[in-house]
Every structure is written in structure tokens, then in C-alpha cells.
């Protein structure tokens, strides 16, 4: 059992330290850059411990240029301009940018994204336990727009499901902004290659490889682990996000599949069933039982996931959630997938 130590300033004192490679797969992202590498260069960790690997994916704007502007005062900073990929979207530049990794641990994030100062220090301590993938929480930052609040909410319930999942030990899915696993086992997996069905899913389905070869797969459920980013900005961007990665649940598992479906199909029953009063009051019942279940459920657990909802919000933004699974349902049916 590896003991962690906590100091009054939060700092993980540890008696060694893993190396990581932190790879990052980016497109269009100058905006973004600046406030990931200033996270990533806060890190609690010892600096000849961990390397910084951004790949851009032959960006339209100066990503590159200004990634190598912000690599002269970092000395385990890289950066790469892909040309010639083996796998096509962002699983071609992650491909590329994992093969350049000096170190025995990879850990996987977006260019949006921000790191908490103590993220190596807590996946240290786990791998140390023997896992080959691991996984954390991964919220969005909250706002007042109603877009935030259902990009948030939608977060949330997912991570609720995901995570219980992984604890009865039945892992489907994870996010790609706060993943890590062994390179050697990621190898073993023959890296993305047979996640080739959708450009989507350098997460999910990687995980579900490993899941078909019985690796060990850890989560992370520590604040301190966690990794915040910032959410769409309106409905289209939004939509067309939801579409892709509802697109990567299509090839699941079996087993995942239909406990996912399953689970989905009998909480839009339990929504729906108001629709049904006249019919019989008892389907009144049912509705007031879901809606009920729900709130408790999410504000007993919300904290855990770094955020708050209050009541109604959690009432409204509930009839949302289920109401846009069938729309990301469709939007995965029909619309093109584009690395973006």
C-alpha cells in the first residue's frame, strides 16, 4: 500500500517518483495553449521527472509557432508538426506523440485543458499499485448560460454512471483529458489500431481494448486528481461534440451496450411516463419517483464531481439530459465525424 502524506499546503511528499510523458493531440488551439502549459508548468512534481509532448495536427492558426515560443523557457517541453500519420484524426497525432515518449507512464490531456498542481503526484501513487490504465474526473468550469448548464449537468450524470460502473467493476468508459495508463501495455494493446472505427474514442475504445484483455483499470476519484476544462459555447458546437462521442458508444461491448441502453431506455420510460396519467395515476407516480431519485442522487453526489446544482436546476436540467440523448442518438446516426 503506497501512504501518500498531506501538509497543510496540499503538497504530496513521496518517497520516489514515477516518470511521466504528458502527450497532448492539438488542433487550432493557440488560445488555449498558453493556459495549459502554465498549469502544466505549476505541477507539484520534479521537473527531470516529466516531459511535455504536444503534437499539432496541422493547425490553421499558430499553435506551432506559439508552442515553440513557450518551449524556450521549458526544458522538458517538445513539440512536434505532424505530416504523415498512421491513424487518421486525433489518434494519429496521439500515436505519434506517444512513439516519442521517453518515459515508462503516459498521461493524456487536451489543449483546453487545466490540471490541478498535484496531478502526477496522486497517478503516482496508484500506478504504484500495479494498474495499467487509470482514470480521473474531468468537469467542465461552470457558468450562468444555459448551454454551460446542460454541457455541466450532462458531464455530470455521465461521470456519475462511469464511475460506478468502473467501482462494480464493469470500466466502459473514460475521458481522454484526464487518462494515463503504461506505454508497455499500451504497446501490448498495439496502441489505437484496433480503434479504428470511428475517428472518436482514443479514450473509450482503448479502454474497452483493455478491458477485452483483462488489463487492470484503475479510476481516480481525488479533487486534487482532477482536470477542468471549459465547455461549448453554444448548442452547435455542443451538438456536434455529443454526436461524436455518442457515435464512439456505438461500438462498445456488447455487454456495455446493453446495460447502457438498458439503463437509458427505462430512466426516458420513468420521464416519459407523466405523458400516461390519464391513462392511470399510477404512471404519475413513477414520474415523481424518478424526478425525486434524481435530485437526491445528484445532490449527494455532486460535490464529488466539482459541481453545484440547486434543486430546480437539477429538475429542469434532468428533463434535458434525457431529452438530448435522443437527439445525440440521431446526430450519431447521421452526422460526419471531423477532427477538430
Same mark, same amino acid.
Given at each position: 500500500? %503506497?501512504?501518500?502524506?498531506?501538509?497543510?499546503?496540499?503538497?504530496?511528499?513521496?518517497?520516489?517518483?514515477?516518470?511521466?510523458?504528458?502527450?497532448?493531440?492539438? @488542433?487550432?488551439?493557440?488560445?488555449?495553449?498558453?493556459?495549459?502549459?502554465?498549469?502544466?508548468?505549476?505541477?507539484?512534481?520534479?521537473?527531470?521527472?516529466?516531459?511535455?509532448?504536444?503534437?499539432?495536427?496541422?493547425?490553421?492558426?499558430?499553435?506551432?509557432?506559439?508552442?515553440?515560443?513557450?518551449? @524556450?523557457?521549458?526544458?522538458?517541453?517538445?513539440?512536434?508538426?505532424?505530416?504523415?500519420?498512421?491513424?487518421?484524426?486525433?489518434?494519429?497525432?496521439?500515436?505519434?506523440?506517444?512513439?516519442?515518449?521517453?518515459?515508462?507512464?503516459?498521461?493524456?490531456?487536451?489543449?483546453?485543458?487545466?490540471?490541478?498542481?498535484?496531478?502526477?503526484?496522486?497517478?503516482?501513487?496508484?500506478?504504484?499499485?500495479?494498474?495499467?490504465?487509470?482514470?480521473?474526473?474531468?468537469?467542465? %468550469?461552470?457558468?450562468?448560460?444555459? %448551454?454551460?448548464? %446542460?454541457?455541466?449537468?450532462?458531464?455530470? =450524470?455521465?461521470?456519475?454512471?462511469?464511475?460506478?460502473?468502473?467501482?462494480?467493476?464493469?470500466?466502459?468508459?473514460?475521458?481522454?483529458?484526464?487518462?494515463?495508463?503504461?506505454?508497455?501495455?499500451?504497446?501490448?494493446?498495439?496502441?489505437?489500431?484496433?480503434?479504428?472505427?470511428?475517428?472518436?474514442?482514443?479514450?473509450?475504445?482503448?479502454? =474497452?481494448?483493455?478491458?477485452?484483455? =483483462?488489463?487492470?483499470?484503475?479510476?481516480?476519484?481525488?479533487?486534487?486528481?482532477?482536470?477542468?476544462?471549459?465547455?461549448?459555447?453554444?448548442?452547435?458546437?455542443?451538438?456536434?461534440?455529443?454526436?461524436?462521442?455518442?457515435?464512439?458508444?456505438?461500438?462498445?461491448?456488447?455487454?456495455?451496450?446493453?446495460?447502457?441502453?438498458?439503463?437509458?431506455?427505462?430512466?426516458?420510460?420513468?420521464?416519459?411516463?407523466?405523458?400516461?396519467?390519464?391513462?392511470?395515476?399510477?404512471?404519475?407516480?413513477?414520474?415523481?419517483?424518478?424526478?425525486?431519485?434524481?435530485?437526491?442522487?445528484?445532490?449527494?453526489?455532486?460535490?464529488?464531481?466539482?459541481?453545484?446544482?440547486?434543486?430546480?436546476?437539477?429538475?429542469?436540467?434532468?428533463?434535458?439530459?434525457?431529452?438530448?440523448?435522443?437527439?445525440?442518438?440521431?446526430?450519431?446516426?447521421?452526422?460526419?465525424?471531423?477532427?477538430?
Amino acid at each position: 500500500m %503506497i501512504t501518500i502524506r498531506i501538509k497543510p499546503n496540499q503538497k504530496y511528499l513521496r518517497d520516489s517518483y514515477l516518470s511521466f510523458s504528458i502527450v497532448i493531440a492539438a @488542433k487550432n488551439e493557440e488560445t488555449n495553449l498558453p493556459g495549459l502549459i502554465n498549469s502544466l508548468n505549476n505541477l507539484i512534481y520534479p521537473k527531470e521527472k516529466f516531459e511535455i509532448i504536444l503534437v499539432d495536427d496541422n493547425s490553421n492558426d499558430n499553435t506551432f509557432t506559439l508552442a515553440n515560443e513557450l518551449k @524556450k523557457d521549458i526544458d522538458n517541453f517538445n513539440a512536434y508538426k505532424i505530416s504523415d500519420k498512421k491513424l487518421p484524426g486525433k489518434k494519429g497525432a496521439l500515436t505519434f506523440g506517444i512513439g516519442r515518449a521517453n518515459n515508462p507512464y503516459i498521461m493524456i490531456t487536451d489543449a483546453d485543458c487545466r490540471p490541478g498542481p498535484n496531478w502526477l503526484n496522486i497517478y503516482s501513487g496508484y500506478f504504484e499499485k500495479g494498474v495499467d490504465f487509470l482514470f480521473g474526473i474531468s468537469p467542465f %468550469i461552470q457558468n450562468n448560460t444555459l %448551454i454551460n448548464k %446542460i454541457s455541466c449537468f450532462e458531464n455530470l =450524470r455521465n461521470s456519475i454512471l462511469t464511475f460506478t460502473a468502473a467501482k462494480l467493476g464493469i470500466p466502459y468508459s473514460a475521458s481522454a483529458r484526464n487518462f494515463g495508463f503504461k506505454k508497455t501495455s499500451f504497446e501490448k494493446l498495439n496502441g489505437y489500431a484496433n480503434t479504428a472505427e470511428t475517428l472518436s474514442g482514443d479514450d473509450d475504445l482503448l479502454l =474497452r481494448e483493455a478491458v477485452k484483455n =483483462r488489463f487492470k483499470i484503475g479510476i481516480i476519484i481525488n479533487k486534487d486528481a482532477l482536470v477542468l476544462s471549459s465547455a461549448k459555447n453554444n448548442f452547435r458546437e455542443y451538438l456536434i461534440q455529443k454526436s461524436r462521442h455518442t457515435k464512439t458508444s456505438i461500438h462498445y461491448l456488447l455487454k456495455h451496450k446493453i446495460l447502457l441502453g438498458s439503463w437509458h431506455i427505462l430512466n426516458l420510460f420513468f420521464l416519459f411516463s407523466i405523458v400516461l396519467y390519464f391513462v392511470n395515476s399510477f404512471f404519475l407516480w413513477l414520474f415523481v419517483l424518478k424526478i425525486l431519485t434524481d435530485i437526491t442522487l445528484v445532490l449527494f453526489t455532486q460535490k464529488t464531481f466539482n459541481y453545484k446544482f440547486n434543486i430546480f436546476e437539477i429538475f429542469y436540467l434532468q428533463v434535458f439530459y434525457e431529452i438530448f440523448l435522443i437527439i445525440n442518438f440521431y446526430g450519431a446516426l447521421f452526422r460526419k465525424d471531423k477532427w477538430s
